[in-house]
């Protein structure tokens, strides 16, 4: 953009009055003062001509390096585009705005001021006339001013000279109507120094562990979901992040008929989780859904910081549990797979050039050969993964053939499957109380009673960990691991009784088995963590599924029961038809 662009609403000016908007350009402010006489009658002696709010967006230097028409939630500055960011330190910008009407400013500017950041908000409320005094220079245009500025959240106090207003996210200090002399000479420079001192006090108290993601956390209620399957929802979500390595300060919730479009959530909420976001320093916001390319790039742009969804959550835990060269292929190709169709849009974005004419075609033509490189690659890795398929099908033709019974152990992500196999085979499998902890698919011997007692073994094999709506890029890059569970002769459901929807993950993943393009064999359900459940829970249980076998495999209750059980599953499965 040129510097001498004008924004906000343009319509019905007279070039000879945006030539006059654009001379502010040239205007210089002492760096140690909010403004001067002389600059802010000018200001107001335009906005009079024009009969609009005028907004004036100036650098610590003194450079105007905005100006629009309208009010500063109107013409305030993307958060991308600010030069500084974050909790700890104010943007380095002050804006001076007139207001048409006489009143103290409003709520909508101060939070522009927040969302912003701004080192200070000068309102200059004007009479309506003046005059030019001989010689040149407008005066007599501003009737009175207030100066506004951001406060830490502990620090709420209100004098004779200024008051504390608080909104729900934010703090700031409005003082009293000043004269347009006062205002003048008030230091500036001693006060943004003072207050960005005690924002990084707060911030640095408050900052706990710095290596952490802080993460919002963003859910949408639609009609389609209970507000008990939503919370649900919202707190696996939240056990996600926490698996990835991220901390939650704060979770928002909109209900609404459908998402929306372009945003997900509604215009108000963008900015209330903007708002919250460089209030409490947050780098990462969440989302309970699936987003779209476009839907990532216009969160982005609004809050000023980055956008992932549940899925980019998963596949980052992924990337992280993965420890065989099987595990990193397939989660390679299910980042890929993911990342394709939102290279869309970084044309520019990824040119080594500046913007502006000549530099369109780098940038798309880098955009082009990262396409094709991805698209070479994903080509690549299905190879290798459908030969990983072959040999795990040579594998299991070989077990076949020595006539030794499969069983697949599956189940909702930290159902307990890996500590299970551990119980049953000493197997000594990573086990952690996480969401997808292990990832590898383990296949173990296992000896289990056959007819009259006799030893009969078997071979357990620990699959990954199912969740609710997994997403079709996994379920595609994982399908060599999950036909471990179309080519057993069994299945062993594990189920975390002690969870509160312990009914609804049943459902889950009997959902996901029902898609798989093998019907899965015969299935025994496992009802892990009696331990920790209650009575009540136990006869829900017992009166749903009547034929589920109860065990604690972190306690080693039940497992001689569920051998047993394996013993007449396996005999059931085989056995001719």
């Known amino acids: 953009m040129p510097i001498e662009t004008i924004y906000g609403n343009l319509q019905g000016l007279k070039s000879s009055q945006i030539k006059q908007l654009q001379r502010l350009y040239q205007q210089r402010l002492p760096g140690d003062r909010p403004t001067t006489p002389e600059f802010a009658q000018r200001l107001a002696a335009i906005s009079t001509e024009i009969n609009q709010p005028v907004c004036t967006y100036v650098n610590r230097r003194g450079q105007v390096i905005r100006v629009g028409v309208g009010t500063p939630r ?51 409320n004007i009479t309506g006339s003046g005059f030019q005094r001989r010689g040149g220079g407008a005066t007599g245009y501003v009737k009175e001013t207030y100066l506004a500025h951001l406060v830490p959240s502990s620090e ?9 207003r608080t909104s729900p996210l934010a703090s700031w200090n409005v003082s009293q109507p000043l004269s347009l002399d006062v205002l003048s000479n008030q230091d500036f420079l001693d006060l943004v120094e003072g207050l960005e001192a005690e924002f990084q006090r707060e911030y640095v108290a408050t900052q706990v562990d710095s290596d952490r993601d802080r993460v919002l956390i963003v859910g949408v209620q639609t009609d389609t979901l209970t507000p008990q399957a939503f919370q649900d929802t919202l707190d696996e979500l939240a056990r996600l992040v926490d698996t990835a390595g ?36 947050a780098n990462l916001i969440v989302f309970d859904r699936d987003l779209s390319p476009a839907q990532v790039r216009n969160l982005e742009t609004q809050i000023g ?91 299991r033709q070989q077990r076949q053939h020595r ?41 173990r011997r296992l000896v289990v009673p056959d007819v009259g007692g006799k030893p009969q073994a078997i071979v357990l094999t620990d699959t990954v960990g199912f969740i609710h709506e997994l997403p079709a890029s996994l379920m595609d890059a994982f399908r060599a691991t999950l036909e471990e569970v ?27 088995l029902s898609e798989m393009p093998i019907t899965p064999g015969p299935m025994l359900i496992a009802l892990n963590k009696v331990d920790r459940v209650d009575s009540d829970t136990l006869a829900v249980a017992q009166e749903e599924f009547p034929q589920a076998v ?10 001689e029961t569920l051998r047993q059980r394996l013993g007449q599953l396996v005999r059931y499965a085989v056995a001719p038809s």
Request: include cysteine; charged fraction near 25%; hydrophobic fraction near 40%.
């Open 550 to 559: 109860y065990i604690s495999a972190s306690d080693r209750l039940g497992l």
């Open 486 to 512: 179309t080519e057993a002769d069994a299945l062993l459901h594990v189920v975390d009784l002690s969870h509160p929807a312990w009914q609804s993950q049943i459902r889950s993943v009997m959902s996901i």
């Open 305 to 395: 910081i980055r956008v992932v969804d549940r899925t980019e959550v998963i596949l980052d835990i992924f990337a992280q549990r993965a420890r065989t060269r099987a595990g990193k292929l397939q989660v390679e190709l299910a980042q890929l797979e993911y990342m394709l169709p939102r290279l869309t849009g970084r044309g520019q974005a990824m040119s080594r050039l500046g913007g502006g004419i000549g530099t369109r075609g780098p940038g798309e033509t880098k955009l082009e050969t990262e396409r094709r490189a991805i698209a070479r690659r994903i080509a690549r890795l299905q190879e290798e993964v459908n030969q990983l398929q072959a040999h795990r099908s040579r594998l």
């Open 403 to 443: 006539e030794v019974p499969s069983v697949a152990i599956v189940g909702y992500t930290n159902a307990g499957k890996s500590t299970l196999l551990n119980a049953l085979t000493n197997a000594e499998v990573y086990t952690a109380d996480q969401l997808f902890a292990t990832l590898d698919p383990t296949t």
């Open 74 to 124: 109107q013409t305030q500055i993307p958060p991308l585009e600010l030069p500084r960011y974050g909790a700890e330190r104010l943007s380095g910008i002050r804006c001076i705005a007139t207001q048409l009407k006489s009143e103290p400013p409003s709520e909508a500017a101060l939070t522009a001021m927040a969302l912003q950041r701004l080192d200070v908000l000068a309102v200059l």
């Open 156 to 164: 709420e106090t209100e004098t004779d000279t200024q008051q504390t």
């Open 246 to 281: 991220g901390e939650v300060l704060q979770t928002f919730r909109q209900k609404r008929s459908r998402p929306h479009p372009q945003t997900a959530v509604g215009e108000g909420k963008v900015q209330e989780i903007a708002l919250t976001a460089q209030t409490l320093g």
